[in-house]
């Protein structure tokens, strides 16, 4: 059964910092990619940062780029986000998931839907 578990979202003033992870079990994580995305309220889902396991590659959106870092420990087969510079507009439910492919496509909820994922973390940013 593949499992995904978020974890670090809280509470933190505008201009703080979060770091997110995903802990993954059940899955062959060296194959495949590890996705973030949010929700926040009356909102469509985003999708936030990839990263393929499979070569390195990474994705950002363009609301997060130069802000989130995405990284992996393999040995702990665990997924961080770094969040930096946060804004209040940053406020959402972050959630996981894992699928085989990550790109500009695969990240764009309306055109693709990852295959697992976990049960999402709050991240509330104070202004």
């Known amino acids: 059964e593949v499992q995904l578990q978020a974890s670090g979202g809280g509470l933190v003033q505008a201009g703080g910092s979060l770091r997110l992870a995903c802990t993954v079990s059940?899955?062959?994580?060296?194959?495949?990619?590890i996705g973030w995305f949010r929700q926040a309220p009356g909102k469509e889902r985003e999708g936030l940062s990839c990263i393929s396991k499979r070569d390195g590659s990474t994705y950002y959106a363009d609301s997060v780029k130069g802000r989130f870092t995405i990284s992996s420990d393999n040995a702990k087969n665990t997924v961080y986000l770094q969040m930096n510079s946060l804004k209040p507009e940053d406020t959402a439910v972050y959630y996981c998931?894992?699928?085989?492919?990550?790109?500009?496509?695969?990240?764009?909820?309306?055109?693709?839907?990852?295959?697992?994922w976990g049960q999402g973390t709050l991240v509330t940013v104070s202004s």
């Open positions: 998931a894992a699928d085989g492919l990550c790109n500009a496509v695969t990240m764009n909820p309306t055109l693709y839907d990852y295959d697992y």
């Open positions: 059940g899955f062959t994580f060296a194959d495949n990619s």
